[in-house]
T-cell receptor
Framework: NAGVTQTPKFQVLKTGQSMTLQCAQDMNHNSMYWYRQDPGMGLRLIYYSASEGTTDKGEVPNGYNVSRLNKREFSLRLESAAPSQTSVYFC????????????FGDGTRLSIL | AQKITQTQPGMFVQEKEAVTLDCTYDTSDPSYGLFWYKQPSSGEMIFLIYQGSYDQQNATEGRYSLNFQKARKSANLVISASQLGDSAMYFCAMREGLDYKLSFGAGTTVTVRA
């Protein structure tokens, strides 16, 4: 019953460092998403992948890149981390259909000094 | 413009009582879906309930029900018989038309008192 698995759970980076957040789902969902959560702002979509082989920008894509490695895995990369990217990052997946809920991982708490 | 507005930053409720969390939305798309999620202090996001714009009846899932007033563009979550484990942040979210994105409100913190 893993659902959506994110690694790592916590990470501290220095400004300018790069890192990749990993996400894998075992629900055979077609669509996957990356959100960030900042205090008082709810969740905002960074990138999404409607299906394997496609990726699209969301609301706040600047400073990030993504890779849909296969149907199960969707990674988020910070090429040159900035303090403004300090946030909690959530990966989610869903089946196709507007009534399908998105299922979230437990989040990655990322601090950039 | 904010697509989802949750005006109650925090609420207290007595155990076993009902609590209503407000959510108003803004869209011109006739086809949309509304979702409620729970985020306990441990941080995970838990899906609670869904209401589609064309659904004729209000959605219910166990102790959760959605008071959907389409003309007023509101989708309030009602939690009946509150339990201590209901203490959490609650988010209202909307998906419009064929868009994949969920637009989230800022959330409401609920604290259940014994």
């Amino acid at each position: 019953n893993a659902g959506v698995t994110q690694t790592p759970k916590f990470q501290v980076l220095k400004t300018g460092q790069s890192m990749t957040l990993q996400c894998a789902q075992d629900m055979n969902h077609n669509s996957m998403y990356w959100y960030r959560q900042d205090p008082g702002m709810g969740l905002r979509l960074i990138y999404y992948s409607a299906s394997e082989g496609t990726t699209d920008k969301g609301e706040v894509p600047n400073g990030y890149n993504v890779s849909r490695l296969n149907k199960r895995e969707f990674s988020l990369r910070l090429e040159s981390a900035a303090p403004s990217q300090t946030s909690v990052y959530f990966c989610a997946s869903s089946e196709v259909g507007s009534n399908q809920p998105q299922h979230f991982g437990d989040g990655t708490r990322l601090s950039i000094l | 413009a904010q697509k989802i507005t949750q005006t109650q930053p925090g609420m207290f409720v007595q155990e076993k009582e009902a609590v209503t969390l407000d959510c108003t939305y803004d869209t011109s798309d006739p086809s949309y879906g509304l979702f409620w999620y729970k985020q306990p202090s441990s941080g995970e996001m838990i899906f609670l309930i869904y209401q589609g714009s064309y659904d004729q009846q209000n959605a219910t899932e166990g102790r959760y029900s959605l008071n959907f007033q389409k003309a007023r563009k509101s989708a309030n979550l009602v939690i009946s018989a509150s339990q201590l484990g209901d203490s959490a942040m609650y988010f209202c979210a909307m998906r419009e038309g064929l868009d994949y994105k969920l637009s989230f409100g800022a959330g409401t913190t609920v604290t259940v008192r014994a």
